[in-house]
C-alpha cells in the first residue's frame, strides 16, 4: 500500500512535469509566432517606402536630406533582427523619418493631391497599425512566458529545461512622451 501512493505521488509529479514542460513549449513557440507576424509587417513597411520616397522625389527634389535619413534608417532597420534594443531603437528612427518626409507634403500642396502619395501614406498608416497589433500580441506572449518562467513551482522546470525569458519588443516614442506638443500664438 505504502508503495503505492509513492507510485501515484511520483506519477502526479511526472505528469506535472511533462504537462509544465508542454506548456513552456507552446508559450516560447507562440511568442515566435508572434514575432514572425511583427517581421511580416515590418517588410510590408521596408517595401513601401521606396515607392514613397520615389513619389515625394518627383515633387520635393531639393529634400534631399530627408530621403537620405529615410534610406538610412530603413537600412539600419533591416539590418537588424529580433526583438532587441537595437531593433526598437532602429524601428523608432525610420517612424522618426517617416515622419519628416510626410511633413514635406504640407510645404508642396501639388504633392499632398497626389494619388499615388495619399495611397502610399495610407498603406503606410495601416502598417503601423498593424504593426502595433502584432507588436501587442508579441508581447502579451512575452509577459505570459516570462511570468510563468518566474513563478514558482514552474520556474523548476524552465531552469531544468533551459527555458529563458524573452525581451519585450518596445517601439515608444520617448521623446513625445516626455515632451509635450509647445503651442505657440
Do not use: C
Amino acid at each position: 500500500m505504502e508503495h503505492m501512493i509513492i507510485l501515484i505521488i511520483l506519477g502526479l509529479a511526472l505528469l506535472w512535469a511533462v504537462v509544465t514542460y508542454n506548456g513552456f513549449v507552446g508559450l516560447v513557440n507562440r511568442a515566435k509566432e508572434a514575432w514572425a507576424d511583427i517581421e511580416v509587417q515590418l517588410k510590408r513597411r521596408y517595401d513601401l517606402i521606396p515607392n514613397l520616397v520615389n513619389t515625394v522625389k518627383g515633387y520635393a527634389t531639393h529634400e534631399s536630406s530627408a530621403f537620405e535619413n529615410v534610406t538610412k534608417a530603413r537600412n539600419m532597420a533591416m539590418g537588424t533582427s529580433g526583438p532587441t534594443a537595437e531593433h526598437a531603437q532602429a524601428e523608432n528612427m525610420l517612424t522618426g523619418a517617416l515622419k519628416s518626409v510626410f511633413a514635406l507634403s504640407e510645404a508642396y500642396p501639388d504633392l499632398k493631391a497626389n494619388q499615388n502619395f495619399l495611397s502610399l501614406q495610407a498603406e503606410l498608416s495601416d502598417t503601423e497599425n498593424k504593426i502595433q497589433a502584432a507588436r501587442r500580441f508579441y508581447n502579451t506572449n512575452v509577459r505570459d512566458l516570462n511570468i510563468k518562467i518566474e513563478s514558482v513551482p514552474s520556474n523548476l522546470i524552465a531552469m531544468l529545461a533551459n527555458f529563458s525569458k524573452m525581451e519585450f519588443f518596445d517601439l515608444a516614442d520617448n521623446d513625445a512622451a516626455q515632451n509635450p506638443v509647445e503651442v505657440k500664438f
